[in-house]
């Protein structure tokens, strides 16, 4: 993430530096900037659900039964692997089509946007299944291990 960060920052300044100062710029500073973006919101998503940082509501499931608690639990985590399951199928047909076009500047496939997509749903997929293997195994609920914090 750092690493796409740079590249952004990086070809952005230098593009406006340039075009202020020397009336030139950098051709592939927006193509590539924007690649370096859309990865960058991928390699995030799947690190935010790896430290569960992404945003839950809690106030109706907070009130139920632990034994209810986990049965909702598992539900969820059941219906987010399908909808990730759908993003993988969709964007894996993106990237296969992707690959017979080619950006117009960098000349790369257009498949290195759609892989992103494609690279965030496996990875969010396969820790989506160490959580719900982890619930079904009598691990305790992520909700009740935050440290006396009640999540909202």
Do not use: K
């Not at 075009?19 to 799947?46: H, Q, T």
């Amino acid at each position: 993430m750092a690493g796409c960060l740079a590249v952004m920052v990086v070809l952005l300044f230098g593009n406006v530096a340039l075009r202020y100062l020397f009336n030139s710029g950098i051709n592939i500073s927006d193509e590539v900037s924007r690649l370096a973006f859309v990865w960058l919101i991928f390699l995030g998503a799947v690190l935010a659900l790896r430290d569960r940082q992404h945003i839950a509501v809690t106030m109706l499931v907070a009130r139920l039964g632990a034994g209810a608690r986990r049965a909702v639990h598992v539900v969820c985590q059941a219906l987010v692997l399908w909808a990730l399951w759908l993003m993988a199928d969709g964007s894996w047909q993106q990237v296969q089509i992707g690959l017979g076009s080619r950006l117009p500047v960098t000349g790369l496939p257009g498949a290195v946007f759609d892989a992103a997509a494609f690279y965030g749903a496996v990875g969010m997929g396969l820790l989506t299944c160490v959580e719900l293997v982890r619930l079904l195994s009598g691990a305790p609920l992520p909700s009740d291990t935050l440290d006396g914090e009640t999540a909202a």
